[in-house]
């Protein structure tokens, strides 16, 4: 198959590098910060668009809401040849003291979705690539940014997330939960790729906070405001890679 079915792009159409937040509209944000920027493809919760940061090629692509989505996101980013991701997202603080606009720099995802299990089992680990991890870390000392290093949750029902859930990541030491990273870091261990993910909290569980409650917008001024210092973070890592 040339042309991927879902996100419309075929071998040689993208970089080597993509970053993928979940929002479509935080591509444009991402390319924003970068030059030469040109949309190849738009289709369902996937856009794509090529540009260059500091001179290095990056592609950014969305991938929507969940693992099932991030998954087809990375295996046909993978089958047209991308080889590093880099997942640029949001998350829901588990640990009190962790404030809304921190970034969280993933050192591994707990397994809390249907995606991967239909790949491995859950006893696989789901860890990001140890290059791309140190990129982020680095990136972040580079702009002077403090950031929680740590494992994450994923989970497939936001609307599923009860005190008796928060409760158990808490107790383990789970920093945050989103709903990504998981799939994207197994998709690219078990193809022989790299992944990383940083994500910027936009709630705490723990402290009783959730995005979109008491603002028009989705994220909190502050989260919104320190995703764009997120997406520096990220492609500065991307650069160094």
């Known amino acids: 198959m040339a042309k991927q079915p879902h996100l419309l792009v075929e071998p040689g159409d993208l970089n080597d590098i993509a970053l993928l937040p979940g929002d479509p509209g935080r591509v444009d944000r991402i390319a924003g910060q ?48 991308v080889e590093t991701f880099i997942r640029v997202g949001t998350t829901g603080a588990l640990q009190s003291g962790i404030e809304i606009g921190d970034m969280v720099v993933a050192t591994g995802a707990a397994k809390d979705e249907g995606t991967t ?38 989970d497939d029902a936001f609307y599923a997330e009860t005190e008796e859930y928060v409760d158990s990541w808490e107790a383990a030491g789970i920093l945050a939960v ?24 936009d709630g705490n569980l723990v402290e009783g906070t959730q995005k979109g409650e008491t603002d028009d ?7 919104n405001n320190n995703v764009e210092r997120a997406i520096t973070i990220s492609l500065d890592a991307a650069a160094s890679l």
């Open 34 to 81: 970068c030059t030469n920027a040109e949309t190849v493809a738009e289709n369902r919760e996937y856009k794509l668009v090529n540009a260059e940061y500091e001179g290095t090629p990056v592609t950014i692509c969305s991938t929507g809401i969940g693992s099932p989505s991030a998954a087809i996101a990375v295996e046909e980013l993978a089958a047209v040849g």
């Open 178 to 201: 989103e709903m990504e990273a998981a799939a994207i870091f197994t998709l690219a261990r078990r193809k022989g790729l790299a992944a990383g993910a940083i994500c910027t909290v």
């Open 117 to 154: 299990g239909r790949y491995e089992s859950d006893a696989v680990p789901a860890v990001p690539e140890y290059e791309v991890l140190s990129a982020l870390v680095d990136g972040a000392e580079t702009n002077d940014e403090d950031v929680h290093v740590g494992a994450v949750a994923t």
């Open 217 to 223: 917008d989705e994220l909190p001024d502050k989260a």
